[in-house]
């Protein structure tokens, strides 16, 4: 149904954009065409894979669009040192260990449960810190891996990034955990 959505929005020169206030999402329309939107002279979006070698798709992010580009996709290009394009839900544990390594990300509005594009590198080093007993699961953020680019691939295991996933609920657009989890 969402991919549908997306489909006739694209053809009418609609794109579709994803707001949320980190406990709900919520679709709303973004009626600009395409053209008129910010991309920062960066390759068109069919360029870019998720881990699942499938079109990467919109994350959105809370309280301002994620993404090096924010443009709301986790998608990197040479500029972006960090690579930002593991699609995270974060906890608060995390925000809490980000902030310990330098990166608050509660200054710019994040709380529990916010969709966040990461760092593949940061992420990684949640998941390390969890492997080695140090912080708990919950620490670690779950993963939208239909957003998540592949280039995540470089820094993090499909395998690993499989653990942490999350299931979509695509009528309402709800992430529900996994029961991998």
């Known amino acids: 149904m969402r991919l549908l959505i997306l489909l006739m929005a694209l053809?009418?020169?609609v794109s579709l954009a994803r707001t949320t206030s980190c406990k709900a999402d919520a679709m709303i329309y973004d009626s600009r065409p395409l053209s008129t939107k910010a991309t920062n002279n960066i390759p068109p979006l069919t360029s870019s894979l998720n881990v699942l070698d499938q079109p990467l798709e919109y994350f959105g992010g809370t309280p301002i669009?994620?993404?090096?580009?924010?443009?709301g996709f986790c998608r990197t290009s040479a500029q972006d040192h960090g690579s930002h394009s593991v699609a995270g839900i974060v906890s608060s544990q995390f925000l809490e260990f980000s902030a310990s390594r330098g990166n608050?990300?509660?200054?710019?509005?994040?709380?529990?449960?916010?969709r966040w594009c990461l760092c593949a590198g940061r992420w990684m080093e949640a998941y390390q810190t969890h492997a080695a007993g140090l912080i708990p699961k919950e620490a670690v953020p779950r993963v939208d891996l239909r957003a998540t680019e592949n280039s995540a691939l470089r820094q993090i295991d499909l395998s690993i990034l499989k653990q942490f996933s999350i299931s979509v609920d695509t009528e309402v657009g709800a992430?529900?955990?996994?029961?991998?989890?």
């Not at 608050?104 to 916010?114: A, K, N, Q, S, Y």
């Not at 992430?175 to 989890?181: D, F, P």
């Open 104 to 114: 608050d990300l509660r200054t710019i509005g994040l709380e529990d449960g916010c």
């Open 11 to 13: 053809l009418r020169g």
């Open 175 to 181: 992430a529900v955990g996994s029961s991998e989890l």
């Open 65 to 71: 669009r994620s993404g090096f580009f924010r443009d």
